[in-house]
């Protein structure tokens, strides 16, 4: 383990060598006034090189002056097709429409032959009936003789029975109707549905409730716009699903037993995708509509500018990069491919101080402005603030240092697991170690980078340009060492100039019997990261006492302790293992 260890801080010594030279390089490039070239020299150097590749006889191939031509992303050089993409409304039926029958019971359901309607009468006549609805629409009233009431609606029943009564006996008579029951209906669901075939439900029950019952559209051939209701060979509606998804409106027709809800085929279609909410194929009534059309349909994230418009026209392919205004009222056909892109940058960015400061925690600056001018403008308690170890915590960092992380967790499984066995004994080392790896990577991965920048060393401060969320952090002077890891008693001590990082974890007990003693590693309050025997202490410091990995297989050792580092790096934490 001696001479393992000893190779790897040698690898953090190359490693740490080369941070170093990325920061005196970030320095350099930050603080020289004119950039890499001046303006003057830029421009030179820029028109020569387009000369040379565009001699005076050859027009450019492009206008780059008049805004329309977006920057080129390799992911979308072919056109996306329709046909890869779930259809709008993919969802729908899996909200459980078919989970309640309805009862029918509502004011505009129209009444049909096989209903029950009960009738009660007192004053000069009485009457407490059950009635049904005969087959040629009538109800029987005792005394009275027959009254229709097919086809008027629920609301309109008790006037009707009243009427009737009262044309016979006129005075002191009090009349009350109930539609006590509906008769279910059988729907025949068929065409581009999952399981076609014959489902009950009542009259008064929606299209979706049938269609659920099916299983639902056909995803890859069927049409959520041309939802098709036939009552023999007559066609008495037409459902547009994208009305419901969108509106919530649905045509409500009153279904008789017989009718047929029959699912066309779907008709053309376009690919919208990139800066919308979900990525869907749209299926068009008729060949074409508007980009106003295509902006309704779509939900777009905030921020979209311009829109790409891909397709074919009998003329040829097309290719058109269009601000967001003038796309409204550019046509959209089918197969076409509509790429929404929030393309304008904003020139403001919001940056924030943590730390030892005065005034505001939040500032909004200029995109190009840099770190030196942003602490020359914030305030700090005079003699109680070290500025020399400013740092920042950065978004794009911190991604970075999560996609390394995963990536060697990902390399460590794909090393040690998978191993074939050649004898038992063998086997339960293997089986033990892959314990230990999965356990390790199951913690590992659950750590969040903080993304910090170290941006200051040796009292100098690299003036590099800040970016939108930045978090720039201006550390308070402190007396104090923390200790944490593997030591017997994690505390915070006071610092003593002269007392080195194993003085310090003496007089905190010593090192616990899991620590790797070669692994101490001394946080810097400027975020630098450094082996113990590297660096001297300083006021403020953090000292972290890193695990060893409790295995015997030495490379194993070696992966577990290198990515031990790189987790206590990102996170300022010893991962107990």
């Not at 008064?204 to 009552?231: M, T």
């Not at 003693?517 to 410091?541: C, F, I, K, P, S």
Request: glycine share 10%.
């Amino acid at each position: 383990m001696k001479r393992l260890s000893v190779i790897f801080r040698a690898m953090c010594l190359v490693a740490v060598a080369c941070l170093n030279a990325n920061f005196a390089h970030a320095q350099d490039i930050g603080l020289s006034s004119g950039g890499l070239l001046g303006s003057d020299q830029q421009a030179q150097a820029m028109t020569s090189q387009s000369d040379e590749a565009n001699p005076s006889d050859t027009p450019p191939r492009a206008d780059w002056d008049s805004g329309t031509y977006g920057p080129v992303d390799p992911r979308a050089q072919a056109m996306v097709d329709p046909d890869t993409l779930p259809p709008f409304g993919e969802n729908l039926f899996t909200g459980g429409f078919r989970g309640m029958m309805a009862d029918g019971l509502n004011p505009e359901y129209l009444i049909k032959p096989g209903d029950q309607i009960t009738i009660r009468v007192w004053g000069g006549v009485e009457i407490d009936r059950v009635l049904a609805v005969d087959a040629q629409g009538n109800i029987f009233l005792p005394r009275i003789g027959p009254l229709q009431v097919q086809g008027i609606s629920n609301a309109q029943l008790n006037s009707r029975v009243r009427g009737a009564i009262q044309s016979v006996y006129p005075e002191n008579v009090s009349v009350y109707t109930n539609l006590q029951g509906v008769q279910p209906v059988g729907v025949f669901v068929t065409g581009y549905v999952m399981n076609p075939g014959r489902y009950s439900g009542t009259p008064n029950d929606s299209v979706l409730y049938f269609l659920d019952q099916a299983g639902g559209i056909d995803q890859a051939l069927g049409s959520y716009r041309q939802v098709v209701i036939k009552r023999g060979n007559q066609v008495i509606n037409v459902v547009d699903l994208y009305h419901f998804l969108i509106d919530g409106d649905i045509a409500r027709p009153q279904f008789r037993d017989g009718d047929t809800i029959v699912v066309e085929e779907r008709g053309p279609a376009i690919s919208v995708v990139g800066d919308v909410q979900k990525n869907y194929r749209y299926e068009l009534v008729g060949e074409a509509l508007t980009g106003q059309d295509v902006i309704n349909l779509a939900r777009l994230k905030s921020g979209v500018s311009h829109v790409l418009l891909r397709g074919s026209r009998p003329s040829g392919p097309i290719s058109r990069y269009l601000p967001l205004a003038e796309f409204r009222g550019a046509e959209v056909r089918r197969g076409d491919e509509v790429l929404f892109s929030a393309d304008q940058r904003d020139e403001t960015i919001v940056v924030q101080v943590e730390g030892s400061y005065y005034g505001p925690s939040r500032y909004a600056l200029p995109r190009d402005a840099r770190l030196g001018e942003f602490l020359n403008a914030v305030s700090v308690p005079q003699g109680m603030t070290s500025y020399q170890d400013v740092s920042i915590r950065r978004i794009s960092v911190a991604e970075q240092q999560a996609s390394s992380l995963k990536d060697s967790l990902r390399r460590l499984e794909t090393t040690y697991l998978g191993y074939p066995a050649r004898t038992a004994k063998e086997g339960e080392i293997q089986v033990r170690q892959a314990e230990l790896i999965e356990r390790f990577v199951q913690k590992a991965s659950q750590v969040k980078p903080t993304g910090r920048l170290v941006v200051a060393r040796d009292g100098n401060v690299a003036d590099i340009r800040l970016q939108d969320g930045d978090i720039v952090t201006i550390p308070e002077n402190t007396d104090s060492i923390l200790l944490s890891g593997e030591v017997i008693i994690p505390q915070a001590m006071v610092y003593t100039q002269g007392m080195s990082a194993l003085d310090y974890i003496q007089q905190a007990g010593g090192f616990t019997p899991r620590a790797d003693e070669d692994q101490v590693l001394v946080v810097h309050r400027n975020g630098a990261v450094l082996h113990a025997d590297q660096t001297r202490m300083r006021a403020g410091d953090e000292i972290i006492v890193l695990p060893a990995a409790p295995t015997s297989n030495i490379e194993l050792a070696s992966a577990i302790t290198q990515i031990l580092f790189q987790v206590a790096v990102a996170t300022r934490v010893a991962l107990d293992l």
